[in-house]
């Protein structure tokens, strides 16, 4: 009988909302990074068939391009869709004790609130960031929004999952 190899799967998607405003920053070299928190509810009936509800509080991460872009768009109350990995780190306080965490390495994040077409042709324009592993732009530019509508649907991008019209 062949040995059997466990496969090496580290992926997580999540839907949610930020419990509070993305912490931007800056590496010592430059690397722009951000964290957030997310809050994803699942509801469900119990024994007794009354509907109750969990709440799911995960630690985000995003670095290069995909942090800028966070940075830009998310607040406190932003719906997102996010694609990616769990990672483990550990740290010393200054008091010397030991911390761990675990948290949501981003390697896509669809945003789900609707903005307005400027500020995605803004984003589109931006220049992206040629790191190995991370999200680059794929050159896609979002089309001009009619005039009779307010709002305009965001072209797939390289942190777009294609759920655009996705309504929580």
């Known amino acids: 009988m062949p040995d059997l190899k466990m496969?090496?799967?580290n992926n997580v998607l999540i839907a949610g909302y930020l419990t509070s405003d993305p912490a931007f920053r800056k590496t010592s070299n430059g690397t722009p990074v951000i964290n957030f928190y997310v809050a994803s509810n699942r509801k469900y009936r119990d024994n007794s068939g009354i509907w109750r509800e969990n709440v799911c509080y995960v630690g985000v991460v995003a670095w290069h391009r995909l942090a800028e872009a966070c940075a830009e768009i998310l607040k406190k109350g932003s719906s997102?869709?996010?694609d990616g990995e769990l990672q483990s780190r550990n740290w010393h306080n200054e008091d010397g004790t030991a911390r761990n965490v675990v948290e949501l390495r981003a390697r896509r994040i669809q945003f789900l609130d609707r903005r307005s077409g400027r500020d995605v042709e803004e984003l589109a324009q931006q220049s992206?960031?040629?790191?190995?592993?991370?999200?680059e732009e794929d050159g896609s530019k979002t089309k001009p929004a009619p005039e009779a509508q307010e709002f305009q649907k965001i072209e797939p991008t390289d942190f777009d999952f294609g759920y655009q019209d996705l309504n929580l």
């Open 7 to 9: 496969p090496d799967i």
């Open 128 to 135: 992206s960031d040629d790191t190995p592993g991370n999200p």
């Open 80 to 82: 997102v869709l996010i």
